[in-house]
């Protein structure tokens, strides 16, 4: 009963998980290294990543694909240019930016 019991749960976290394999809750940002957000910048359905502004500490993107799913970045692995304070404007489509960084 034991092993039945961690498979399903092995099971239910990997469908909780989706493709990313980062579990994110709604309202909270999952700090990433910036090849992690490699995936969502190489082309095609998922090159969805959106630059929501930064803070002190981190960036902070969006992937958007079926579901919403928050990361952010610590300043000190990523310079991003043409940065602005998280709030102040709308999301901004960087998916192609991120390639070119070469991050």
Known sequence: MKALRGVLLAAAGAVLSGCSG?????????????AFLQ??????S???LWYEGSDAHYHYFRHLFKVSSAY????????????????????????????????
């Not at 980062?22 to 910036?34: D, F």
């Not at 995936?39 to 095609?44: A, D, E, N, P």
């Open 46 to 48: 998922m090159s969805t």
């Open 22 to 34: 980062i579990v994110t809750v709604p309202g909270y940002a999952a700090t990433v290294r910036p």
């Open 72 to 103: 952010r970045i610590r300043r000190s692995d990523l310079q991003w240019p043409e940065e602005f304070p998280k709030g102040s404007r709308k999301p901004v489509y960087c998916s192609p930016q991120f390639v070119r960084m070469g991050n």
């Open 39 to 44: 995936q969502y910048s190489r082309g095609g």
